[in-house]
């Protein structure tokens, strides 16, 4: 399967704790996008890259959260001193931007995190 | 900023027969892409339909078409010959042309049941 997978797909920390989540997009795409889903609600931007460089990031992430993506492959987000706050489906998707054209955004599977 | 709205927290809709969801969004952009989304319960969110803000021809996809009036800002999705894999959580949402806003802007969500 080529699509976007994200690891693990489950976690479940206590308030306090450091979690980290990766996301391996698809092999030729250049953009990732990193987006928050809480229940009964749509998924909210947290921050995108292309290729390597960090371009936008929302109001949402806090200084607690923290994004890469060395050479310009997967992607981690970490998050730091967890609130329970936090809890949420983190979602990544990534999508190729060819001739000054984006194609659509593909999503991998989430990221279920829960802070007890 | 951009906004979407969906109003429609729940619709059902009896199988084979055509159901339409309703979306507005507000933006002072002249030319952006629309999209529907769907994510089924505990599966990835995968694109249904994409529209093009300066294609005044409504998109379609096999069963589903749009029906995209842009001075009203609404941009409608209806399903013909309803399935009961039809049965899900739809999104709809916005992306900017602008360079610098990639991120897709999403709206609530309206979640589908499709009776047998």
């Known amino acids: 399967d080529t699509g976007v997978s994200q690891d693990p797909r489950h976690k479940i920390t206590k308030r306090g704790q450091n979690v980290t989540f990766r996301c391996d997009p698809i092999?030729?795409?250049?953009?990732l996008y990193w987006y928050r889903q809480t229940l009964g609600q749509g998924p909210e931007f947290l921050t995108y890259f292309q290729n390597e460089a960090q371009l936008e990031k929302s109001r949402l992430l806090s200084d607690r959260f923290s994004a890469e993506r060395p050479k310009g492959s997967f992607s981690t987000l970490e998050i730091q001193r967890t609130e329970q706050g936090d809890s949420a489906m983190y979602l990544c998707?990534?999508?190729?931007?060819?001739?000054?054209?984006?194609?659509?955004?593909?999503f991998g599977p989430g990221t279920r995190l829960t802070v007890t | 900023a951009q906004t979407v709205t969906q109003s429609q927290p729940e619709m059902s809709v009896q199988e084979a027969e055509t159901v339409t969801l309703s979306c507005t969004y507000d933006t002072s952009e002249s030319d952006y892409y629309l999209f529907w989304y769907k994510q089924p319960p505990s599966r990835q969110m995968i694109l249904v339909i994409r529209?093009?803000?300066?294609?005044?021809q409504n998109a379609t996809e096999n069963r589903f078409s749009v029906n995209f009036q842009k001075a009203a800002k609404s941009f409608s999705l209806k399903i013909s010959d309803s399935q009961l894999g039809d049965a899900a959580m739809y999104f709809c949402?916005?992306?900017?042309?602008?360079?610098?806003?990639?991120?897709?802007?999403f709206g609530s969500g309206t979640r589908l049941q499709v009776q047998p």
């Open positions: 949402a916005y992306r900017s042309l602008d360079t610098g806003r990639r991120a897709l802007t």
């Open positions: 998707a990534s999508s190729l931007q060819s001739r000054d054209r984006e194609l659509e955004q593909y």
């Open positions: 529209q093009e803000a300066y294609k005044q």
């Open positions: 092999s030729e795409h250049n953009r």
